[in-house]
């Protein structure tokens, strides 16, 4: 589960990233306006979806394609 589960939020930071660091760039906003505007609002939804994904990919069958 614990990987699984680090996998998924691992894989979900760049793009977050990318999207802080585009905010940033096209408002004209500072680093830590940007985070705020843009991080972590989603962090709260990112969380539930890679707990959801990490529960699933453990209770999914072994045989199961």
Do not use: C, H, R, Y
């Amino acid at each position: 589960f614990i990987l699984n589960w680090a996998g998924a939020f691992i894989a979900s930071l760049p793009p977050l990233f990318l999207g802080t660091l585009w905010l940033k760039q096209s408002l004209g906003l500072s680093f830590e306006q940007a985070v705020f505007m843009g991080f972590l609002p989603f962090m709260v939804g990112d969380l539930v979806k890679t707990t959801i994904a990490a529960v699933a990919l453990t209770l999914k069958p072994k045989n199961f394609s």
